[in-house]
């Protein structure tokens, strides 16, 4: 694969309404898009997911951007990569910076693709043209509006935040909407080991799942309270690796995985773990990160692979955003989303719109 140059592009877009969880509201969506050309005048795009503040990990998009420009894009253009799955080795000196990562391998997958004149989809084995997609309801939602436009739009479950001490409440508001809706709530790592009683009683309410109750290093926790319930525990921010996702299973900390490209590092190493779940005999999910089509297109080839057999949070490009980064926008339709087959990542960037909500754009070659 060679390589001609690069660029950064560091964006903001505003949402529609505030998406908020119990460690806070977001107002806007402050990201990073990475542009890879190639010399026949190719573009590979990914997208830097981290937020502006570490509330989820670690990792910021300050963080990322420096990082992005002063190691991983130079350590790119100073090796020759003959494929996108030599991408994680290429990086393995350097640890965690998950994100920004995913972002470099994320434009290299797609660049790839378009070289190879197939959809992303089909080059990592995905079988599937539609996926499920699944619906998430925010603490600042008005509920019964967003619980009209799931059922309108055909959304197959919801996932509801949760602030503690108030589930049970919340949990059975939706049901009186809806009960028939599947639901599952995310605890976003906010309990603890004293909160295992509160949240085995949870297990009569018929939930789809509990995602990550407890913090991301607590696998034994999530081991004991998977041992009290019926209910399948998920986890999210514990596992960002291969090894995590392998410890977790040998340890039963759950029964299903939510997979997030960005979080593990790259499409490389979210195929891994699907893998790994599918000869475990785990369904999993694809997660999402308020991001945007970019991101989005990713998240759709994963989700064709076999084992993803869950309803994911693979909402349509309008669901956060007045306006996205694509030309032509994604939809969800009768609960499911079509998987682009064109080249690549097979969505088309709005460049000028790009340009125009980013404050700063680096490049280099």
């Given amino acids: 694969m060679e390589l001609r140059s690069y660029r950064l592009f560091r964006y903001t877009l505003p949402l529609k309404q505030p998406f908020t969880t119990h460690a806070g509201a977001l107002t806007e969506r402050e990201g990073i898009i990475v542009e890879l050309q190639d010399h026949d005048g190719r573009s590979g795009f990914g997208e830097g997911v ?105 959304f197959e479950r919801a996932k509801l935040k949760v602030t503690k001490y108030n589930e049970r409440k919340a949990i059975e508001l939706v049901k009186e909407i809806d009960p028939e809706l599947p639901l599952m709530i995310d605890g976003n790592g906010m309990y603890k080991e004293e909160d295992i009683p509160l949240l085995a009683e949870l297990d009569s309410l018929n939930l789809q799942m509990i995602e990550q109750p407890f913090l991301p290093g607590d696998v034994i926790l999530h081991h004991r309270l998977q041992q009290r319930m019926e209910t399948p525990i998920c986890l999210d921010e514990t596992v960002e690796s291969f090894s995590d996702a392998w410890q977790a299973l040998e340890m039963g900390a759950c029964r299903t995985i939510n997979i997030k490209i960005g979080r593990v590092g790259g499409l490389t190493e979210a195929i891994r773990i699907h893998d790994l779940c599918q000869q475990a005999g785990l369904a999993v999910w694809c997660g999402g990160m308020v991001e945007t089509g970019i991101s989005k297109a990713h998240n759709l080839a994963l989700a064709s692979l076999p084992g993803f057999s869950i309803p994911g ?24 989303m079509r998987v682009p087959d064109g080249p690549g990542i097979g969505v088309e960037v709005d460049l000028d719109y790009l340009l125009h909500v980013s404050k700063e754009v680096s490049a280099g070659e």
Avoid at 69 to 88: D, G, I, R, W, Y
Avoid at 319 to 331: A, E, M, N
């Fill in 50 to 154: 981290a937020f502006a503040a570490p509330f989820y990990t670690s990792e910021t998009v300050a963080s990322s951007w420096s990082l992005l420009q002063e190691s991983l894009l130079p350590l790119l253009f100073a090796n020759k990569l003959n494929h996108p799955t030599e991408v994680p080795q290429l990086f393995a000196g350097i640890v965690g910076n998950q994100m920004a990562k995913a972002a470099v391998e994320g434009a290299v997958w797609d660049l790839y693709a378009k070289q190879q004149g197939k959809s992303l989809a089909s080059c990592i084995g995905g079988t599937r043209t539609k996926v499920k997609a699944g619906a998430v309801i925010s603490l600042s939602d008005d509920l019964e509006q967003t619980i009209e436009m799931i059922r309108s739009q055909g």
């Fill in 313 to 336: 949070d693979l909402s349509g490009s309008d669901r956060y955003f007045d306006r996205d980064l694509l030309i032509k926008p994604l939809r969800v339709e009768q609960g499911s």
